[in-house]
């Protein structure tokens, strides 16, 4: 069988793989870009937590030292402060757990799923009667 010489590709293959190639690139581009956001939230998680100990651990002693000191005032200003601080901590660790980002899709999967139920229970109802 005679091999066939090979033929030089037109301008549009040749356009459409630059283009294939480009979003290629671009979807490349975001995935590094996604992987360093998800990275930076890792680390952040894990000194907001290594934080979280330290201050737990602290007011535990300043409640220990509540009851063995007559400077009570500049106690409870340092326990109300390590609060306000345990607090924001928490917020800062749930608020990007739960953005509507990451619910979007299941948010629209369960009306769509809901929405064919209702649906889908309308005509067997109305079969049934």
């Known amino acids: ?9 037109s301008d549009s293959e040749q356009n459409q793989r630059d283009s294939n190639t480009q979003e290629f690139a671009e ?3 975001d995935v590094e870009r996604s992987l360093q956001s998800l990275l930076e939230r890792y680390h952040q ?6 934080r979280q100990v330290q ?17 009570r005032r500049s106690l409870q200003a340092e326990l109300k402060q390590i609060k306000d601080q345990l ?19 299941p948010f629209w999967q369960a009306v769509r ?7 889908l229970g309308w005509i067997l109802k109305s079969c049934a009667a």
């Not at 069988?1 to 590709?9: A, C, E, F, I, N």
């Not at 998680?45 to 290594?50: I, K």
């Not at 737990?56 to 007559?70: A, F, G, N, V, W």
């Open 1 to 9: 069988m005679p091999q066939q010489p090979l033929q030089p590709s």
């Open 27 to 29: 979807a490349f581009s």
């Open 45 to 50: 998680v894990q000194r907001d937590q290594q």
């Open 55 to 71: 201050l737990r651990q602290r007011r535990e002693q300043i409640k220990q030292e509540l009851h063995h000191t007559s400077n």
């Open 87 to 105: 607090e924001t901590i928490e917020l800062n660790l749930e608020s990007q757990l739960f953005s509507w980002g990451s619910l979007k899709e």
């Open 113 to 119: 799923f809901g929405g064919l139920g209702i649906v």
